[in-house]
């Protein structure tokens, strides 16, 4: 009986070892992309000196970036000179049609403390409830909000952060398309 | 099978299994090598964890006409010297200078333009 426990003890450490050597930032020498021999590696900001002193998250850079600027970690310029004033929207869009998933919210706001308007409108999303022909399949081939979660910003194995309206949440959608509150 | 073989090969795979068991890149980073070391340059890495601590995304991808798809922006050492694209900041006053070539060519040899993935996910279209 012991060794089986002992078997087992040692498998679990050798499946959770590299699951928590993953939780550390990559050195640039190591990142398998810089080059260690070339200068610049020891000279460039380490990830872990800029990213472990930031909100935690759980997946990409292990930062939390809307969490960051909330609490005032991190002011990024809205501007090139950082001068221009930013503008900011809380309203959030529901989309129902999810088949099995929960719906979607949409929230402007954490959207519009990291970026202007004019990213996503007209170009990418145009401003009108149910004009929007979203799915899945478009988000996991890098189109619509694939073109930055799954590339930048939060990855798609993180399905509920979208995915986030519950049984009992009080939505109620007023057509086939989206719900925008708060207007 | 013996025991320890079973036990080497449950680890091992285990280990493949993991997301992030491998050694990447952190998560976003944009290998640049359009041009670079056809022209015997080492490629770009341009770290997007970096440059989103001090800018918001808009700075350069709605201001700057920066494309979302890397390697279809066209950015040549010549553009970027007369205030475009990088040399919007890259231009000694609110950055390095291109004087400091090894800063930004800073890739190992052989590398392809793309995004990579992070800890969890292996970059859109490989997801």
């Avoid at chain 1, 990142?31 to 590696?41: F, K, R, Y």
């Avoid at chain 1, 900011?88 to 990291?114: G, K, Q």
Wanted: glycine share 8%; aromatic share 4%.
């Amino acid at each position: 009986m012991l060794s089986i426990h002992r078997s087992l003890c040692l498998i679990a450490i050798c499946i959770a070892a590299p699951m928590l050597l993953a939780e550390d930032w990559k050195s640039l020498e190591d990142d398998g992309l810089h080059d260690p021999n070339n200068p610049a590696a020891k000279v460039l900001q380490q990830p872990e000196e800029a990213l472990s002193v930031l909100a935690p998250d759980t997946a990409g850079n292990k930062v939390d970036w809307v969490q960051a600027i909330r609490l005032g970690q991190i002011a990024p310029r809205g501007s090139v000179d950082g001068a221009g004033t930013q503008e900011f929207r809380d309203t959030e869009i529901i989309m129902p049609n999810t088949l099995s998933s929960p719906p979607v919210t949409f929230p402007h706001r954490a959207h519009t403390e990291w970026m202007s308007c004019a990213m996503c409108h007209e170009s990418l999303f145009v401003s009108k409830t149910d004009a929007n022909d979203i799915n899945m399949a478009k988000i996991l081939e890098g189109e619509a909000c694939g073109l930055c979660h799954g590339a930048v910003s939060f990855p798609l194995t993180e399905c509920n952060r979208c995915h986030n309206v519950g049984p009992d949440d009080p939505v109620t959608p007023v057509s086939s398309g989206a719900r925008i509150p708060d207007q | 099978m013996s025991k320890m073989n079973r036990i080497v090969l449950l680890a091992a795979l285990g280990a493949l299994l993991t997301p992030g068991s491998a050694i990447r890149s952190e998560y976003a980073d944009v290998i640049i090598n359009e041009k670079a070391e056809a022209e015997e340059m080492s490629p770009v890495i341009f770290s997007h964890w970096f440059h989103r601590i001090r800018y918001q995304c808009s700075v350069c991808h709605v201001d700057l006409g920066i494309k979302m798809k890397a390697g279809s922006n066209g950015i040549t050492m010549d553009k970027i010297s007369k205030g475009e694209f990088c040399g919007a900041c890259h231009n000694g006053d609110i950055a390095w200078t291109v004087e400091s070539c090894d800063l930004c060519h800073s890739g190992m040899s052989g590398l392809e333009t793309g995004i990579k993935g992070s800890h969890q996910t292996t970059g859109p279209g490989n997801y």
